[in-house]
């Protein structure tokens, strides 16, 4: 399905009306993400997040609300997260990421709030 943004910008008027496909919205899906960040020893982050950024083994990747869902290996570094205007940070020392559509699951090696 093609969900069109706006009608064409060509000069010459369509022969056919313009209509938007059913299901096409013009906003994003109302999806809250939620973020943990757990370590062997414990919970360090267990909370609704804007946006996370993580420092993933092949780079930095970067998470919003209805992501396509993956897992990934974490490098040792900070994962930073905006929540309600904040930016925050937690240190980690390596690990595993799962990504679904509203939720981010870190399992660290070891971690500490930056």
Same mark, same amino acid.
């Given at each position: 399905m093609s969900c069109q943004s706006r009608p064409s910008t060509w000069s010459a008027r369509s022969k056919r009306p313009w209509r938007r496909e059913p299901g096409c919205s013009s906003r994003w899906p109302e999806v809250s993400l939620q973020l943990s960040i757990v370590?062997? !020893?414990?919970? /360090?982050?267990? @909370?609704?997040?804007?946006? &996370?950024?993580?420092?993933?083994?092949?780079?930095?990747?970067? %998470?919003?609300?209805?992501? !396509?869902?993956? /897992?990934?290996? @974490?490098?040792?570094?900070? &994962?930073?997260?905006?929540?309600?205007?904040?930016?925050?940070? %937690?240190?980690?020392?390596?690990?595993?990421?799962?990504?679904?559509?509203?939720r981010v699951t870190v399992l660290a090696t070891s971690g500490e709030p930056a």
């Open positions: 370590t062997p !020893e414990r919970t /360090l982050v267990e @909370l609704v997040v804007d946006s &996370v950024l993580a420092p993933g083994a092949e780079g930095e990747f970067g %998470v919003l609300p209805a992501h !396509e869902p993956y /897992l990934t290996v @974490l490098q040792a570094g900070e &994962v930073r997260y905006e929540a309600g205007g904040q930016s925050q940070r %937690v240190r980690i020392g390596g690990g595993f990421a799962e990504v679904t559509q509203e």
